[in-house]
């Protein structure tokens, strides 16, 4: 049984098919170097020369690839979601894999400022962007995590696993039980937010606005589901959404409570 939510700064992160140019000698396209140039009129030439597509490296951007076609016609492919980051000035694919920076855990390549927790404290993830912050913290002190790829999986206790994903621009986070709890379980995660306000609409999305009132980032309704798999989808047989509300204290403070209903199997 899983229990997850998740932020990011756009809802969605995939890129738009765009179907290749298929070339059968493989062998003369290494001779003839990387299918790319530094700009659009070497691309052009070399497109019509090795008659293939030359992608033009001044064209790129976070989000779109732009090539040179032996038609002598320019192809862009523009994506949902960024695909690269600049880092000291150059473009660089993204890559969400988890390193150890010092006090936290960071993406190799991500599109936003991205902070995991390396245990020992209660700031579980942030994400930052320009002069805006959202942080989800949890009421005990994490323990050292183990992680692979682009997720920190911290042991709770009691069969209770909680699992952060680095993601392009932002992080999901989820708790992976062991079983199905006999009782009413309660997370309630302190949220970290500056300039930002949380609230729930009513299809249950969260969504985060700045102090203008205008939407700065979102994440779908937190959902639970448990291990069975349908076999022709591959998704899980059985989800729900889970019981979630916003609450604010006096001090202004917000806190995400969630509550999956053990029912719910």
């Not at 010092?102 to 245990?119: E, F, M, Q, R």
């Not at 009782?183 to 203008?212: C, E, F, M, N």
């Not at 006096?250 to 053990?262: A, E, H, I, M, R």
Request: hydrophobic fraction near 40%.
């Amino acid at each position: 049984m899983a229990v997850e939510a998740a932020v990011v700064v756009q809802a969605t992160e995939h890129g738009v098919a765009v179907d290749a140019a298929v070339i059968s000698d493989t062998s003369s396209v290494k001779s003839e170097g990387p299918a790319q140039a530094q700009d659009e009129a070497s691309a052009l030439l070399m497109a019509r020369l090795q008659d293939r597509k030359i992608e033009v490296l001044s064209a790129r951007s976070s989000d779109s690839t732009t090539w040179a076609l032996p038609s002598s016609e320019l192809q862009t492919a523009i994506y949902a979601g960024p695909i690269r980051a600049k880092l000291n000035g150059a473009w660089h694919d993204i890559d969400t894999s988890l390193s150890d920076t010092g006090s936290s855990l960071t993406p190799d390549v991500a599109a936003a400022d991205i902070a995991i927790s390396d245990g020992g404290d209660t700031a579980l993830a942030s994400v930052s962007k320009g002069a805006k912050t959202f942080g989800l913290g949890w009421e005990d002190e994490l323990p050292a995590p183990t992680v692979k790829d682009a997720t920190a999986s911290y042991v709770l206790g009691g069969g209770q696993t909680l699992k952060v994903t680095a993601l392009a621009q932002g992080f999901s986070q989820n708790v992976v039980l062991d079983k199905a709890p006999d009782s009413t379980v309660t997370y309630r995660i302190p949220l970290d937010l500056d300039g930002l306000k949380l609230s729930q609409a009513d299809s249950g999305h969260l969504l985060l606005k700045d102090t203008d009132g205008e939407l700065v980032a979102e994440a779908p309704a937190p959902m639970m589901w448990d291990s069975s798999k349908n076999q022709v989808s591959g998704e899980p047989e059985h989800q729900a959404r889970v019981a979630a509300k916003v609450e604010t204290g006096d001090d202004g403070k917000q806190s995400l409570v969630l509550t999956p209903d053990p029912r719910c199997q």
